[in-house]
T-cell receptor, first 116, second 109 residues
Framework: DGGITQSPKYLFRKEGQNVTLSCEQNLNHDAMYWYRQDPGQGLRLIYYSQIVNDFQKGDIAEGYSVSREKKESFPLTVTSAQKNPTAFYLC???????????????FGEGSRLTVL | QKEVEQDPGPLSVPEGAIVSLNCTYSNSAFQYFMWYRQYSRKGPELLMYTYSSGNKEDGRFTAQVDKSSKYISLFIRDSQPSDSATYLCAMSAVNQFYFGTGTSLTVIP
């Protein structure tokens, strides 16, 4: 089945620790995105990547880092510098514009991070 | 002003009702318009995808886009309790996506 796999679904972190969230897609999409979702705030863009070994900051990149070593994979590291990391994290992917169906964005099932 | 505005609700309707969900936007460059359904603690699921203005129907769901008014709608006919979820509108232009904050819908049996 084609899709986006995020892991782990639930993660607990102590203050001062870095954690890495995994995102893998087998849709052959070039573009991948990380969003953070908080109640009442909608989706906020953390980082995105349109090509291997290249990525750009989104609206709330501070305290986060990413890598894009393979087309299929876009892991997100939540560092200890992120002041309020407890949230629901969503990975997504899409075909690059102006490719066919380039407006379709597909999401993974999400990872819920809780800081203890 | 936000790029995309969506009434957060909550919206509560009886089973079988017609539901109307709406979003407005400010950026005339948006070309693609989407509606997502999100159940609690799950990722958003793409329901409808529309390019430019017009209507698109898929089963009980109809999406409408009016680019002249910068207004999009999602209609759900014969609503079911399983439709209870948060509905997100989204739109895109050149690899960037913009989302509404979501409308929480409850369909009461």
């Amino acid at each position: 089945d084609g899709g986006i796999t995020q892991s782990p679904k639930y993660l607990f972190r102590k203050e001062g620790q870095n954690v890495t969230l995994s995102c893998e897609q087998n849709l052959n999409h070039d573009a991948m995105y990380w969003y953070r979702q908080d109640p009442g705030q909608g989706l906020r863009l953390i980082y995105y990547s349109q090509i291997v070994n290249d990525f750009q900051k989104g609206d709330i990149a501070e305290g986060y880092s990413v890598s894009r070593e393979k087309k299929e994979s876009f892991p997100l590291t939540v560092t200890s510098a992120q002041k309020n990391p407890t949230a629901f994290y969503l990975c997504a992917s899409a075909t690059l514009w102006p490719g066919s169906n380039s407006g379709e964005l597909f999401f993974g099932e999400g990872s819920r991070l809780t800081v203890l | 002003q936000k790029e995309v505005e969506q009434d957060p609700g909550p919206l509560s309707v009886p089973e079988g009702a017609i539901v109307s969900l709406n979003c407005t936007y400010s950026n005339s460059a948006f070309q693609y318009f989407m509606w997502y359904r999100q159940y609690s603690r799950k990722g958003p699921e793409l329901l409808m995808y529309t390019y430019s203005s017009g209507n698109k129907e898929d089963g009980r769901f109809t999406a409408q886009v009016d680019k002249s008014s910068k207004y999009i709608s999602l209609f759900i006919r014969d609503s079911q309790p399983s439709d209870s979820a948060t509905y997100l509108c989204a739109m895109s232009a050149v690899n960037q996506f913009y989302f509404g904050t979501g409308t929480s819908l409850t369909v009461i049996p």
